[in-house]
């Protein structure tokens, strides 16, 4: 199930707000959503989360509160330490703070600004919503690949990486996926084993199964589905041919 | 020299020329090798020689051979003569005590040395050996606290030169007063050498003692005008934040009367305050970018960026900076830095001056341990970019010039284990550099 949960400090807002997530959830009847605490003060909200740790949440936040003007970022912080299954929509009439920077530090779904108008705020909250109905609940933090750069802990869906590539001169990993290409310390051996599914062509190359299209045994050499060909290793073209033929 | 009869004069300086090469191969680790060792030692035969013909011709010949025949090697040249003369004076102290001391413990009288021939020679050498390895000492003792109180190396070694030629020239003078005068000078030469040492430890010292007094200096006034800076950017911080708190306000109020226009029907009163909301003005976008600016304490990156976001705004493309906490000085670091920042900025530059939206957004995030650069840029819709082959030589969305960029780019960072790139793109593209490891 998913729970909504709102927090905004103007009571006329809120009870707009609350008012669209209702209208929302009317035209959902077969969706499984809640909406469960629609609030102007933070500490119900840190509350709620104490007794529901694992439950999968949408926050919709203010962030500007009349005794501080970055308590809801102080609030979305907390929610993002103690919740891994929380998802962040900051609705806010800070058009011009630091938007890369929340969504570095808070991974929020998205930034709805208040000057957008009424009409824009409905549309934008639904679009959330649906966004993430799409995804299917429990599976989601299981599929997770995560990696650390600098201090922060990034996550990745596995289903998305096509391969991994190690560095011949330093222990830099490059994660190729389909619309991104991310470079962070690790050795490809400890991937390795963390990810049974993919396969190991060659020194330097894990390739997700899922993303082979052919292999071409004469120049030792694998194509992707995205077009992309990959060396494969002299004495693992036999045993990569097989376990292709299997699948 | 002193007065003795020339052929014990000739074995001294011997000892001296022997004790000039040991010196000078001992201060200067450069001039150690197997040619300078052997022309040096073939030379002190042939001058010695030479110097039993023509005497006194030791000094200029010792000239000759180290500025003409022994190898320079990566010497600059100011260190190269800084070292001879400092070779010369040591070797001109020992000679000068060595042999003075010699004729007082032998209590030698002019012209009758010799039946002891052999005892002036031996003291003499012994003399020599034990003098010159205090000097040495002594040289050590002061390099090592040069290192320790971090006085600028050239600073040092130009004290150290000057006040050596001062000495030289007062050694040399006290010699030719001593000679002049004659048998009166027996202690005279002594005296002077003290004295002369005196002077220089004591010009040094003052010396010394003046470029800390500087370097203190320096540093509080550089602590204060970092203080007033501080200060500055708090005081304007604070008011930036009181103007963005009142906007926020009426913001809110505007959206507030637009539930109201609306939960009445009031159609006019609705559009007008939608029309309110939307023309909501961007005048204080420089003023914060401004802000942001300043955190960037390293003036090679803060001009980099300050420089591409000009540009781009001259381009007619919208930027945002977001800087939330300082940024230090990077060291050497911050040329290569820099130059990838400037090559991922053309290149979001333009790819956002041929989308519609025409949008570029920085921000540096210091989160100890690294930095992060993160760049992201609009970009023409159905735009292709193959991200695979993005950082490839030759690789290009359209034209040629692009993937150099950043073939370049890959081939700075993989010479650095603590940079990391990453790129994406989706409806945007994003260009995140990572400096690991900040201490």
Redesign the interface.
Known sequence: MLQIIICED?P??LN?FALFIKQYLHAHQSADIKLVLATSNPNEIINHLAQHKNKHILYFLDI?FSNS?TQGLDLAKTIRKQALNADIVFIT?????????FE?DLGQLDYIE?????KQIKQLIFENIDKLTAQSGPQRTVDQFHYK????IHSINKKNI?YFEA?S????III??????????NTLNNIESQLPFFYRIHKSLLVNRNYVKSINSADYQIILT?G?SLPVARRKIANLKQTFKAL | MVTVPQYIGQITDLFSLISFLVIILIIEPKLRGQYNIAIGLISIVGISFIDTIYNMASIPLLAILYFFLLQKNQLTTFKWIIDFIIALLFTFITAQLASNLTIKILRLQLGKIDRQLLHIVILDLVFTIVLTTVLLIVRYFIMKLLDKIDIEQSFAAAIFGYNAVALIIFLTLADAVTRSIGQVSDLMPLFLGIFGILVFITLFVTILLYSQKIKALQLSHKKERTKDNTLYIKELEKKY?EA??A??DY??TL??L???A?NSKNDTLYTNV?NL??S?T?S??ND?KNLALQKIDDALINGVISQKLTEAQDANIKT?L?I?KEIPELGKINIIITRILGILMDNAIEAASDSKEKLI?V?V?N??????F?I?NTVAQNTDIN?????EEGYSSKGSSRGLGLSTVQDLI?HY?NM???????DTFTAIL?L?DII
């Not at chain 2, 991200?387 to 950082?391: A, L, S």
């Not at chain 2, 990391?420 to 989706?426: A, G």
Request: glycine share 4%; aromatic share 4%.
């Open positions: 103007n006329k807002l707009l500007e003007i009439s800070h058009n011009e703070l630091a938007p890369i920077t570095r208040k000057g957008r108008g009424l750069i600098g201090s922060a096509v560095f001169n330093s222990h830099k190729h996926t389909l619309t991104a290409r991310v470079e962070f310390r995205n992309i | 934040q963005r708190k906007k926020h913001k809110n959206l507030t637009q539930v109201i609306k939608s909301l939307q909501d961007n204080d976008d914060s945002t977001e939330t957004s921000a995030i989160e100890a341990p690294a930095i992060e993160i992201r991200i695979d082959q993005i950082f993989s284990n990391l790139i990453s790129v994406k793109y989706t990572t690991e």
